[in-house]
């Protein structure tokens, strides 16, 4: 059991670093708790600082910003809800997939 959780966990930061360095920020602020929010957040879904302060304290708020960070990437809506609820599977598919970072769209 531990063993899979442990698989699941590095391919999930896998994911989340190779996404981060695709959206040409450093892969290791992946790993560097709240700035990790900060750089998904302000940077890739060009959201402002109340939205990473909104993420970090009421986690369901994270779902807007991921849906930018979704379109940010060529993804819809359905897409970024999967990034917010089931990360574990959409990062690593959005980091070591064929999606390219094309900039964050207006809201």
């Known amino acids: 059991m531990f063993g899979a959780v442990l698989l699941v966990t590095l391919v999930s930061v ?13 892969g290791w ?3 560097v708790p709240v700035y990790n ?14 939205w990473v ?20 990437f060529g993804k819809g809506t359905g897409y970024g809800v999967g990034l917010a609820f089931l990360g574990f599977v959409f990062f ?5 997939g064929d999606a390219r970072y094309r900039g ?3 809201y």
Do not use: C, H, N
């Not at 929010?37 to 109340?50: F, G, M, S, T």
């Not at 009421?58 to 991921?66: D, G, L, S, T």
């Open 92 to 96: 690593p598919l959005l980091g070591f």
């Open 53 to 72: 302060l909104l993420s970090i304290f009421v986690p369901i708020a994270a779902v807007i910003p991921m849906i930018d960070v979704a379109k940010a």
């Open 37 to 50: 929010v900060y750089v998904l957040v302000a940077e890739i879904a060009d959201r402002d600082i109340l």
């Open 29 to 31: 602020a992946a790993v």
């Open 14 to 26: 896998a994911g989340v670093w190779k996404t981060f360095e695709k959206a040409g920020q450093p």
């Open 104 to 106: 964050a769209s207006p």
